[in-house]
């Protein structure tokens, strides 16, 4: 009985959200974040049954200088691949029939506590993409911060792309820049099945206790099978150690600063963004992608009020969506609420 008031809902929980006529009303979210990096994402079907397997190219041919009467020695391309696996996220909302059945608002109650799954599934996804480490947790997915652990490129390649902005403690936040495309970055979603969070109305069953009593209830599923598969990695960089608690100070991260040293690490990227080459760019990139700063509230104000300084040609207020919003050199600063302002300082 313990774990009644915990994982199923009560007399006390029915009472809080009936109004005083038996109605149900609209409910204030008081958890809900704003996390933007969810609506940028572009989806494909894995290529196998829960992963996805790419190939990318790690070596380039070399050619020989020949000499006359001397052979040219054969070379080729050297090719890894990529395996990327897909996590399953699902919650089940379990309530006695009596009490849903209550004042006979029964799909309206019902209704208010199934709302709040899709916030919460829709929290954990965007923390799962941004920090689940699948080598750690093998039922989680591959987030991008294990990928881009690190300033040291002797320990990874992938910290060629990332920007360290001093902070030392553990009140860092990061920045990140990226490109989604075909052969950039995409969500992966089980071969067969859908996108996106499910949610299936399992209708009215007979649940039984441990003690062999039963009782009806309503139950619904929540299902969400989601992955991320970074096809390169160079399409992607971290602003890492902005040490939020300086920010208004004279030892505050120059985050004009970085954000353009991140354009730069593109291979490619519009003319906008940063004069990178273009010349070997894989055909479909540029045209297929869809460009996008990823930075918490916090910082995202920040950029806000530097869009105001008339000194500042780099930052605007622009339109995105059909709504107003940040751009840096024509990119839109996108708010998501899952990164953290206490990120431990990347070395």
Same mark, same amino acid.
């Given at each position: 009985?313990?774990t ?9 929980d ?18 809900s ?6 609506d940028?994402?572009?989806?494909t079907?894995?290529?196998?049954? #829960?992963s996805h397997?790419?190939?990318v ?7 020989t ?16 691949n ?13 309530m ?9 608002n029964?799909?309206? $109650? ?16 965007a923390?799962?993409?941004?920090y ?8 989680q997915?591959?987030g ?8 040291t490129?002797?320990?990874?390649q ?5 920007? %360290? ?5 553990? #009140?860092? #936040? ?5 490109q989604?495309?075909? %052969?950039t970055?995409?969500?992966l $979603?089980?071969r ?7 949610m299936?109305d ?5 649940q ?6 039963k009782y ?5 599923? $929540? ?7 970074v ?19 004279? %030892? ?18 519009p003319r906008?963004?940063a ?24 910082i995202a104000?920040y ?5 105001l ?10 339109? $995105? ?27």
């Amino acid at each position: 009985m313990s774990t009644l008031g915990t994982n199923y809902l009560t007399l006390a929980d029915w009472a809080k959200r009936v109004d005083p006529d038996g109605g149900i009303p609209i409910m204030v979210d008081l958890l809900s974040q704003t996390n933007e990096i969810l609506d940028d994402m572009l989806w494909t079907e894995t290529n196998e049954t #829960t992963s996805h397997k790419t190939s990318v190219l790690t070596g380039l041919p070399s050619g020989t200088w020949r000499q006359l009467y001397q052979g040219v020695s054969p070379t080729k391309s050297v090719r890894a691949n990529i395996i990327d696996t897909v996590g399953n996220l699902e919650a089940y909302s379990v309530m006695d029939k009596d009490l849903a059945d209550l004042n006979g608002n029964t799909a309206a $109650f019902r209704m208010s506590e199934d709302m709040p799954f899709y916030e919460g599934l829709s929290q954990q996804m965007a923390t799962a993409l941004l920090y689940s480490n699948a080598l750690a947790t093998p039922q989680q997915i591959m987030g991008l911060s294990p990928r881009y652990p690190t300033t040291t490129v002797a320990t990874a390649q992938t910290a060629n792309n990332v920007i %360290n902005m001093g902070g030392t403690g553990s #009140t860092n #936040t990061s920045i990140w820049v990226g490109q989604w495309g075909p %052969n950039t970055s995409f969500g992966l $979603f089980p071969r067969g099945k859908k996108a996106g969070l499910m949610m299936n109305d399992l209708g009215q069953y007979t649940q039984t206790n441990s003690d062999g009593s039963k009782y009806q209830v309503y139950q619904s599923h $929540f299902k969400w099978e989601a992955g991320l598969c970074v096809r390169d990695w160079r399409y992607w960089v971290r602003l890492a150690n902005i040490d939020v608690s300086l920010l208004n100070g004279i %030892n505050a991260a120059n985050l004009i600063n970085g954000l353009i040293r991140a354009f730069h690490r593109f291979p490619t990227a519009p003319r906008s963004v940063a004069n990178v080459q273009s010349a070997t760019r894989p055909s479909s990139v540029l045209g297929g992608t869809r460009m996008a700063i990823y930075a918490n509230r916090t910082i995202a104000t920040y950029l806000d009020l530097q869009a105001l300084n008339k000194t500042n040609v780099l930052l605007s207020i622009g339109e $995105f969506d059909g709504r107003p919003v940040t751009m840096f050199r024509g990119v839109p600063i996108r708010t998501v609420d899952a990164l953290l302002n206490t990120e431990a300082a990347l070395t």
